[in-house]
């Protein structure tokens, strides 16, 4: 049934997953998970810690977990990490129980929202403009093949959120009640 199937958001970082995700929720009476935060959770450290005591390669397995673990519910708005679905195996997990959409956002976009943030281990580095295209053009064709559509994301994050229930097929609750 439609109303119970998972919304998984993918995209870059900074392309505003957590920010619609938490929208999307709103609007549609399913529970917000962000994939990040779950993760941290589950690990008892954050994404950082976990990325310098342990390994990339250990936060992706933990990923694949978090994945296969949230697969498992329905009703949910999950925002992916932004690794998660470059890799065909978490996609094709999420996709039994949900829809992928990619929120597509410039790069100029991503490059001002990121500016000045100090949580992505990946981007703690003193090229991060370079950084941040180079891992776009490795990410954004993958993103691409793992989502069943895109929506741009350069937009207002309620107008994005609107537009991805619009391309679903579905009505915010908030409109339905109002009737």
Known sequence: MTERRNIILCGFMGCGKSTVGALLAGMTGRKFVDMDSYIEEQAGKTVSA???????ERFR???REACRA????????????GGTLVRREN???????????LLD??????KKRLAHDTTRPLLQKPNRDAVIEELLTQRLPLY???ADLAVP???????VAR?????????????????
Do not use: N
């Open 163 to 179: 537009e991805v229930l619009r391309r679903l097929g579905e009505a915010p609750q908030e409109a339905e009640s109002s009737r």
């Open 144 to 146: 691409r093949a793992a």
């Open 70 to 81: 949230l697969a498992e519910q329905s009703g949910l708005v999950i925002a992916s990490g």
């Open 105 to 110: 956002a410039p790069l100029g976009a991503l």
């Open 50 to 56: 976990i990325f310098s005591e342990d390994g990339e």
């Open 61 to 63: 397995a933990l990923e």
């Open 153 to 159: 994301a350069g937009r207002a994050p309620k107008t």
């Open 91 to 101: 996609a094709e997990t999420l996709r039994k129980t949900g829809v992928i959409v």
